[in-house]
């Protein structure tokens, strides 16, 4: 793909990404210095993972039901606090795949794929339901767009390639759904299978929901932008990056995504997707993958990519869970992908590209906040850390623009007449030592609302 450059009346003006405050500037000669003593070893472990063997499902499910508690504990890569847990995760994997037949599966970037009939999926037994919803017309994907036209120089996402390097397909067939795999290797990588499923509660929501009166989470940081307004979802196209986190020194995830957002305390439900680098959850890999998450009480449930059979899955593609063949370089070629939600016949479905993936049941809200429409729609940027937190977006300071700074576009939601409107948005910048956000900008188009995001990370974010 050539570099595609902004619209013609893009109205950012770069500034310099160089901290000019001598504390921060100490804090990143710090972070430099423990990145060369300490990161370079592990972020070669961490980019180039152990390649994954392809094992047949039968074999998987053999493989579970034996495998030692003691083996997985002693691994160097395990977390797991004890045989208990171990446990647990074990009954629930079998839990998940029990009466699950597999016409064929594939593996890409060391996940496993098995294709499933759509009603043997986990989410059928979660809910009690008999046959998937009826997804919205393909053409409301694009008849939302408050705009009919979309800029022609806008990067496109990279395509999943057709065969694993096994020749495996990596379509399903018809009447089927690719359920990732989930293994007690990757479990293992948690303490427990509830830290395996979660993403604790984010300053994101906590901050927006209360007007920046009350923080959140200390150990999530962000870059965001944020509007109050009810709504049955919305979309962003997604700007897509990888950048590094260093899980040697403590740094856990790097994430760009969107959250629609209901309720408040106990009953805060969210709508959320996007990109995310978490070595820990996709068996070491440095390279962004899709996810999604939703919950339905505050984050004391939910779980990535429908690990826990929260989500209905109809399309077999818009593999979750998936890295791309791609990403976009600093200066050079730009990649994204567009992610929607939209609540249509009391169901959240998911859109990604063209393609309706699937829905979270309206059965999920327990006639919460959510199962009517939510109240608040965020865009941008997290991260969790401990001491030092990673890079968020590309790395690269907002203010850097096109092509060096991430960015999300084409925001826009819909109100709870079924009207898409553009995005009127505001920033918040609650750690602007590590990250920034740059706009929210108006133009024309598909590039009608955008802005960029992220920053280097480091200490004392």
Known sequence: MSNNLPPANHSYRPQSSTPTNPQRTRKLLALSACAFLFATPAAQAATQPEAVKFVPFEQFLNSTRASSAADLMHRPESKVANAPAVEEMRKAILDRYEGVTVSHS?????????????????????????????????????????????????????????????GNSTRCEANTVPLLRTTLETMSHFKSLNDFYQKKPGNAVHVAQANFATPGGPAHKYSYTYQFVNNLGGNSNLNLWSPYVNTALGEIFSLSQEWYIGGS????????????????????????????????????????????GDFVQVASSGLLGNSWSAYSSPGGAQYEFAAKYYLYQGNWWLGYGSTWVGYYPGAKYHGGQ?????????????????????????????????????????????NTSGTSLWDSLNSAQPSPACYSITGPYNNTGAWSRYFYEGGPGGFGC
């Not at 993958?289 to 009480?297: E, K, M, P, Y």
Request: aromatic content about 14%.
């Open 265 to 308: 305390g106990a009953g805060t439900q969210t709508e959320e997707v996007g990109w995310v680098v978490y070595p820990a959850m996709f068996n070491g890999s440095e390279q962004a993958h899709f996810f999604i998450f939703s919950t339905a009480d505050n984050y004391a449930s939910g779980c990535w990519n429908n690990t826990c």
């Open 370 to 414: 959510n199962s009517r429409y939510a109240q608040i729609i965020e865009f941008g940027s997290e991260s969790v850390g401990s001491w030092i937190w990673p890079p968020e977006g590309s790395g690269a300071w907002s203010s850097t623009g096109w092509s060096h700074a991430a960015y999300q576009r084409n925001l826009y939601y819909i």
């Open 106 to 166: 594939f593996l890409l970037d060391n996940q496993h794929y098995d294709c499933v009939p759509v009603h043997q999926q986990p989410a059928f037994h979660t809910y009690g339901i008999k046959a998937a919803a009826q997804a919205p017309p393909l053409e409301l994907l694009t008849q939302h767009q408050p705009t009919a036209n979309a800029s022609p120089s806008a990067p496109k996402s990279p395509e999943v390639a057709s065969f694993d390097a096994n």
